[in-house]
């Protein structure tokens, strides 16, 4: 038996210091867990966030591509329009302007079928979200109404490509 009195005697008790943490660490436990699983539930919302703004996002640069296309090819037109002005002061029955005025109307119908819709400005009331006003006019049109336009607009889908530019009535001279 003295080899029972020198061996182990069996498992220890622990120290009584021991104890109380392990007690107080588990009584932490189910809020820990509850902090957690909501933690972990916003990491999931805020992914399945970023999912959709990323996909939104995509389908906005796909749709919206062609915009700065667009925008060089209004700017041709506009200068076009200015040759077309030009030639038919010279002559309405000369071969070169009514294939000027066909060109026009084939540049015209593919931008309209790509969705660019030209703004109608004159005689309208001045909106700041579609027009930038160059000067403004005494006229006999009311004050705010556009009385001539100095560069058209054009909207494309759901967008302003481009704003008119407008002159705008200052009302009746007093």
């Given at each position: 038996?003295?080899?029972?009195?020198?061996?182990?005697?069996?498992?220890?008790?622990?120290?009584?210091?021991?104890?109380?943490?392990?007690?107080?660490?588990?009584?932490?436990?189910?809020?820990?867990?509850?902090?957690?699983?909501?933690?972990?539930?916003?990491?999931?919302?805020?992914?399945?966030?970023?999912?959709?703004?990323?996909?939104?996002?995509?389908?906005?640069?796909?749709?919206?591509?062609?915009?700065?296309?667009?925008?060089?090819?209004?700017?041709?037109?506009?200068?076009?329009?200015?040759?077309?002005?030009?030639?038919?002061?010279?002559?309405?029955?000369?071969?070169?302007?009514?294939?000027?005025?066909?060109?026009?109307?084939?540049?015209?119908?593919?931008?309209?079928?790509?969705?660019?819709?030209?703004?109608?400005?004159?005689?309208?009331?001045?909106?700041?979200?579609?027009h930038e006003a160059i000067a403004h006019e005494p006229s006999e049109s009311r004050e705010g109404?556009?009385?001539?336009?100095?560069?058209?607009?054009?909207?494309?889908?759901?967008?302003?490509?481009?704003?008119?530019?407008?002159?705008?009535?200052?009302?009746?001279?007093?």
């Amino acid at each position: 038996n003295a080899m029972n009195a020198s061996g182990p005697a069996g498992p220890a008790p622990p120290p009584a210091s021991t104890t109380a943490d392990s007690e107080n660490g588990m009584a932490g436990l189910p809020a820990d867990l509850d902090r957690f699983r909501d933690l972990a539930l916003r990491s999931q919302a805020d992914f399945e966030n970023y999912k959709k703004r990323a996909s939104r996002e995509k389908e906005d640069a796909v749709k919206y591509a062609n915009s700065a296309l667009l925008e060089k090819l209004v700017s041709i037109l506009d200068n076009f329009e200015l040759g077309l002005t030009a030639a038919k002061t010279q002559s309405q029955q000369s071969p070169i302007y009514s294939g000027m005025v066909l060109v026009q109307k084939q540049l015209n119908d593919l931008l309209a079928e790509n969705g660019l819709e030209p703004i109608e400005a004159e005689g309208k009331t001045f909106d700041p979200n579609m027009h930038e006003a160059i000067a403004h006019e005494p006229s006999e049109s009311r004050e705010g109404t556009v009385i001539r336009q100095a560069r058209r607009g054009y909207r494309w889908k759901d967008r302003l490509l481009r704003p008119a530019r407008v002159v705008v009535s200052s009302g009746p001279t007093k």
